[in-house]
Structures are given as structure tokens and as C-alpha cells.
């Protein structure tokens, strides 16, 4: 398999891995409280339901960038970069959304991470494709 290829397909494979367990998540809370529709007003739904909409708002742009850079056969070790810095991101924004109360640190550091991971990805691409 090309390198640049196997680096993206590791961190699309744990993106989405961390996508499915957001969306468990959701649906666990919502058997607890025994919502179908909605949060119910309950808090703790209410932050898995934006923890999971949060992540599939940013992180299918996340992979689309990684398939991009793969495209263009950018090193190995700089997909792994933008992959590990958009993984990481998600992780802890995920893990501030669920657990810390707003504002919460994670929160802000997982979106700084996120917006440098994507940042990184389109200086690349458009500076390769220009280059």
C-alpha cells in the first residue's frame, strides 16, 4: 500500500471509530432519560447530542483534507500531523463537551486543534497545487 495512502486510512479509520462511539453515547442517554426526540430537556443528553453533532460537523471535512493531501502523495509523516493534530482535537472537544460545563477548556483547546489541523491541510494543498 502507498504510505501516503496507509496514513490516511489510519486516521479516517479512528475518526470515524470516535464518531460511532459519540453516537453510542447519545443513544445510551437517550434510553436512560427515555427520550426519542430532542434532549428532553436533560443536560447530559443535550452535550452527547452536541459532542456527536459537533464531530460530524468538522471531522467528515477532516478526512475529505486527509484523501486530498493522500491524492497529492504529501510525506507520510505530514498527514500523520494533520491527522493526529484533528484527532486529538476531536477527542478533547468531545471530552469537553460531555464532561467539563461551559465554557470549558476542552472545549476551546479541541476547536484550536481542529481549526489548526484543517488550517495545516489547506496551506498544504493549496501551496502544493500552486507549487
Do not use: K
Not at 509523516?77 to 478533547?92: A, Y
Not at 471530552?95 to 488550517?119: E, H, K
Amino acid at each position: 500500500m502507498v504510505p501516503s495512502i496507509q496514513a490516511t486510512t489510519l486516521w479516517g479509520g479512528l475518526l470515524i471509530l470516535l464518531v460511532l462511539a459519540l453516537s453510542t453515547l447519545v443513544v445510551r442517554r437517550r434510553r436512560r432519560f427515555q427520550i426519542a426526540f430532542g434532549d428532553g430537556g436533560h443536560e447530559p443528553l443535550r452535550d452527547a447530542i452536541r459532542a456527536f453533532g459537533n464531530a460530524t460537523e468538522y471531522v467528515p471535512i477532516g478526512i475529505c483534507a486527509l484523501i486530498l493531501l493522500a491524492f497529492l502523495g504529501v510525506p507520510p509523516w505530514l498527514i500523520h500531523g494533520v491527522g493526529g493534530v484533528m484527532f486529538t482535537g476531536r477527542c478533547i472537544h468531545g471530552l469537553g463537551m460531555i464532561y467539563q460545563t461551559d465554557p470549558s477548556f476542552g472545549r476551546v483547546v479541541g476547536m484550536l486543534l481542529t481549526w489548526l489541523s484543517l488550517l495545516m491541510a489547506a496551506v498544504v494543498l493549496v501551496g502544493w497545487s500552486v507549487l
